[in-house]
Nanobody
Framework: QVQLVESGGGLVQAGGSLRLSCAASGRTFSSYIVAWFRQAPGKERELVAAPSWNAGSTYYPDSVKGRFTISRDNAQNTRYLQMNSLKTEDTAVYYC??????????????????????WGQGTQVTVSS
């Protein structure tokens, strides 16, 4: 089992940047696929970044493509979400989520939140105009 803790959220003006962190304890992150989701008030939880099953590529929805980037620090057992050119519509609670990495199952990207087993507590990101 793995425990996830997000940090790095806050208040930023439109056009600014934030970097969110997702630290893992309990198990090494290399055994897991780690994705990022967000949920705004009154809206469903949506994916913002998902590595492929073999970590060879990353899926970003059009809403964040070109502005958000994920990265990793294996030594620190931490994943990051770099968010640039933030917009007011990016305001939400951001979550990292993990699922065990398995052999090829026919799915390249796991994009639905129901497919992830472990979740952090979330960190609030507020973008002001």
């Amino acid at each position: 089992q793995v425990q996830l803790v997000e940090s790095g959220g806050g208040l930023v003006q439109a056009g600014g940047s934030l970097r969110l962190s997702c630290a893992a304890s309990g198990r090494t992150f290399s055994s897991y696929i780690v994705a990022w989701f967000r949920q705004a008030p009154g809206k469903e939880r949506e994916l913002v970044a998902a590595p492929s099953w073999n970590a060879g590529s990353t899926y970003y929805p059009d809403s964040v493509k070109g502005r958000f980037t994920i990265s990793r620090d294996n030594a620190q057992n931490t994943r990051y979400l770099q968010m640039n050119s933030l917009k007011t519509e990016d305001t939400a609670v951001y979550y990292c989520a993990a699922r065990p990495r398995t052999t090829w199952s026919g799915t390249i990207y796991y994009t639905r939140p129901q497919l992830y087993d472990y979740w952090g507590q979330g960190t609030q990101v507020t973008v002001s105009s």
